[in-house]
T-cell receptor
């Protein structure tokens, strides 16, 4: 299995809602990532988990809350988002110890109304 | 991470043409990566380069890791319509952060 699976593919939520994005991989990768991508722009790093522990938070607002329940799963909990948070949210994974490329999921297209 | 200088910003291709794009950086990288992204999808890794001077092919794609470790190019030979999309270069060192270029948008010339 060489895929990163993200659900849901599309999500529309109100500014008072709470929702979660899910990501799963079975490649044995011990580093997992959340990225945010606006249209026609490169992905921007949000969070990095290494061995299920949060190792990088790129000064992301607390309305985004990541969680890594085990080595295969990564969640992003969303609460009280703003319309400007609408974007494509990408999950990725990689090996920890080598300079290999990341494998990205197909993303969740989030619209905040 | 820093943003890499990727050019051109956009290009039009005609079926059968060879096209080229490149990335430069003010600092060195240990790994250069080339991704392609189709609309509504995540980036897909096309080629990974690990050694300065390395030239690697993947089908009609060829990429090189510059000798100075500060640049890379990607060539697409004999373009086909499914080559349209956004191509991103990325550099990585011994940490978790990828530095991306701004992307090259490839469109088919009518």
């Amino acid at each position: 299995d060489t895929e990163v699976t993200q659900t849901p593919k599309h999500l529309v939520m109100g500014m008072t809602n709470k929702k979660s994005l899910k990501c799963e991989q079975h490649m044995g990768h011990r580093a997992m990532y959340w990225y945010k991508q606006k249209a026609k722009k490169p992905p921007e790093l949000m969070f990095v988990y290494s061995y299920e522990k949060l190792s990088i938070n790129e000064s992301v607002p607390s309305r985004f809350s990541p969680e890594c329940p085990n080595s295969s799963l990564l969640n992003l909990h969303l609460h009280a988002l703003q319309p400007e948070d609408s974007a494509l949210y990408l999950c990725a994974s990689s090996q920890v110890t080598a300079n290999y490329g990341y494998t990205f999921g197909s993303g969740t297209r989030l619209t905040v109304v | 991470g820093q943003q890499l200088n990727q050019s051109p910003q956009s290009m039009f291709i005609q079926e059968g043409e060879d096209v080229s794009m490149n990335c430069t950086s003010s600092s060195i990288f240990n790994t250069w990566l080339w991704y392609k992204q189709d609309p509504g999808e995540g980036p897909v890794l096309l080629i990974a380069l690990y050694k300065a001077g390395e030239l690697t092919s993947n089908g009609r794609l060829t990429a090189q890791f510059g000798i100075t470790r500060k640049d890379s190019f990607l060539n697409i030979s004999a373009s086909i319509p499914s080559d349209v999309g956004i191509y991103f270069c990325a550099g990585r060192n011994n940490d978790y952060k990828l530095s991306f270029g701004a992307g090259t948008t490839v469109t088919v010339r009518a």
